[in-house]
């Protein structure tokens, strides 16, 4: 035992780590390269009231050091809180002997429901402002921050939550002049991570935990150390991680049991509207021009466009269809259960699921299960979720006005009914396409008759994709995340994060296709195409991730998910042979793994990704070109085919 106020020290054959009980501070250092959590920062959590209390607050304090089977450990316990006596807990830090991962573990003692907030582990000190000190987040796709980066990343929509758009991934990572270390979370349904800033400057990360149903239950993550290394390969030591785990599932693997993904890859995509209803109390209601709340295009509309699509050489479409039931789009859910009447009925879908497949192409249909409308006719509050104090958590966002979140428990219940109901209407969708499960939070629900924890409805929302893949159809989500991609098949993006901001915003740091990197061949994902009006072009994007193209994307809501508008115009046909091109590269990759994406000497404009089949793709975002080699040799070159188009 030991508490002398001394540092405690446990090693590995290339790692030291040592613990200053005074400040609860970590310190290690890896093959002689030292890492250490910021000065300032001081171990602490918030009770359920908002009071604020340190760990050295503890008026017990308690460290062991011992020697145990798998390695050597700190143990470290608090109790005896000022004005919170219940509350106990201790932190493990483990070195692991077959690996030398550190391992951190919080485990809560007693007073579990007294804690509502953890800030720990501890942000490392990474204080020089220097571009070859790098942060590396999971944010969308992934984010590189060099450590003099002008442009603040701002305000996280989920606030850094693990499991969200914030986070396709559940660890963050930093690098200086090669030396790096790798966070994973192992408990991320409840944490998340936050970045400090200034302008120009540093960038550290931390992480927060947060209680689940009032409750904070023991949290668990790794600590990788690397020599030499790039992101490259600390993306590589998580996908080995997720091997190990039994978690990689790649499409080809997939594709056994649903053969419709090889029909998938290589299609272009378009995401087309039929119905659309703006309820008066939704956000996006116009009273001004009451005209915009409601729009309807025929099925037969769609049906003849796609015809044209494939008379004109489009090659092999997917079809994502909103707004093909009665009530339109995000409206009513979770009733999307009878096919709008005067769009055509089922009549005019089953015309539209014949023309796409007239092309050798898939038709999705969207559907929502946690939006809960208040207008749909199986609405029940005592469906939706409920916060341990018994309210409801909603809003009158979107088109279908207000609403709370079905609990998840129910989702899968709501699902079949639906399936089975349009199935009696002679619908037999390829793919469907399950809106928000990847992207938004999951959800946490107190009522006793279906509690639910948020790690129970991340498990649920996976249990639908299951259900989908039992009955020969394609899964699809908003987007893509770590905890879905064992099941998922395709996504309606995933894009960088500067993608999502308005044109000529600040970039906040360097795209990086960190996602890709671990999950590039078991999730297709489809890529805007757009030219900008600053000149950019998102095609060279869609190439390095060697994803699917979008050759129309009609916006869901303006303004909102990337749908900004205003690029450069361009004709069906160089369209449709800008898409021809990376929906070929698209069928040639995807089932291979990405094994490389970097920066060609250090220049963020010239970027290079390579795969497992041989297949390589070089881009310059500056000059707007691109070139796909295959084992040494260019295949294909935007000069290339500017000569061929000026010949026609």
């Not at 969207?366 to 809003?395: E, I, T, V, W």
């Amino acid at each position: 035992m030991e508490g002398n106020g001394k540092s405690i020290h446990i090693t590995g054959k290339k790692t030291d780590v040592s613990l200053d009980p005074v400040t609860g501070r970590l310190r290690i250092s890896h093959s002689g390269v030292k890492w250490e959590w910021a000065a300032d920062y001081e171990p602490g959590f918030c009770t359920a009231e908002g009071n604020r209390l340190h760990f050295s607050d503890a008026l017990e304090q308690e460290y062991i050091r011992r020697e145990t089977g798998l390695g050597q450990e700190i143990v470290s316990r608090y109790s005896r809180f000022p004005g919170e006596k219940e509350i106990s807990f201790e932190t493990r830090i483990w070195l692991e002997e077959a690996s030398e991962a550190l391992h951190l573990e919080f485990l809560p003692v007693t007073g579990k429901e007294r804690m509502a907030h953890i800030c720990w582990p501890g942000p490392m000190a990474f204080d020089e402002a220097r571009a070859d000190w790098q942060t590396l987040l999971p944010l969308r796709q992934g984010l590189l921050i060099p450590n003099d980066w002008p442009s603040p990343l701002g305000r996280l929509p989920f606030g850094g939550r693990f499991g969200t758009a914030d986070a396709y991934l559940p660890w963050f990572g930093q690098i200086r002049e090669g030396e790096g270390y790798l966070l994973v979370c192992d408990t991320p349904a409840n944490a998340g991570y936050e970045v400090f800033q200034r302008e120009g400057g540093p960038t550290r990360v931390g992480i927060w935990l947060e209680s689940s149903l009032g409750e904070m239950t023991a949290r668990r993550f790794r600590l990788l150390l690397f020599s030499g290394c790039t992101y490259t390969d600390l993306c590589k030591a998580y996908r080995r991680i997720v091997r190990e785990e039994g978690r990689l599932v790649t499409l080809e693997e997939k594709a056994v049991r649903l053969p419709s993904v090889r029909t998938l890859a290589g299609c272009s995509f378009l995401h087309k509207s039929v119905k659309t209803h703006v309820d008066p109390q939704s956000r996006f209601f116009d009273p001004e021009q009451p005209g915009k709340n409601d729009h309807l295009t025929p099925f037969a509309d769609h049906a003849a466009h796609v015809r044209e699509l494939t008379q004109a050489g489009a090659g092999p479409l997917y079809v994502h269809v909103d707004g093909w039931a009665q009530a339109g789009y995000d409206n009513c859910h979770p009733d999307a259960c009878s096919v709008c009447g005067e769009a055509g009925g089922p009549e005019g879908l089953l015309d539209l699921m014949a023309a796409v497949h007239e092309g050798g192409g898939l038709l999705g249909l969207h559907d929502q299960y946690r939006d809960f409308y208040h207008h749909a006719p199986s609405y029940d509050p005592d469906l939706a979720c409920q916060n341990p104090d018994g309210s409801l958590p909603g809003h009158a966002m979107w088109a279908g006005g207000p609403q709370n979140y079905l609990c998840t428990t129910q989702a899968g219940y709501f699902l079949r009914r639906n399936l089975a109901r349009i199935g009696e209407a002679g619908i037999h969708p390829d793919c469907s396409y399950l809106d928000v499960f990847t992207c938004n939070e999951g959800d946490e629900c107190a009522n006793p008759r279906h509690r639910m924890t948020r790690e129970d409805s991340y498990r649920l929302r996976c249990r639908s994709f299951f259900y989908l893949a039992s009955q020969g159809i394609l899964s699809s989500s908003e987007e893509v995340n770590d905890w879905a991609a064992g099941v998922q098949i395709f996504c309606h993006y995933a894009p960088y994060e500067f993608m999502m901001n308005p044109p000529g915003a600040p970039q906040p740091g360097l795209p990086v296709p960190l996602f890709n990197l671990v999950y590039h061949d078991c999730v297709i994902q489809p890529w805007m195409m757009e030219k900008t009006p600053e000149g950019g072009d998102y095609m060279l994007y869609a190439l390095l991730n060697a994803g699917a193209p979008y050759l129309e994307r009609d916006p869901a809501y303006p303004n909102i998910d990337g749908a900004f508008g205003g690029g450069e115009e361009m004709t069906l046909r160089e369209r449709i042979r800008r898409c021809r091109t990376v929906s070929d590269l698209q069928r040639e990759t995807v089932f291979a793994e990405m094994l490389l994406h970097e920066f060609v000497d250090g220049d963020p404009h010239r970027q290079r990704t390579l795969f497992s089949n041989g297949w390589e793709v070089r881009v310059n975002t500056r000059e707007d070109t691109w070139e796909i080699w295959r084992d040494g040799s260019c295949v294909k070159s935007s000069s290339a085919q500017e000569t061929e188009k000026g010949g026609e």
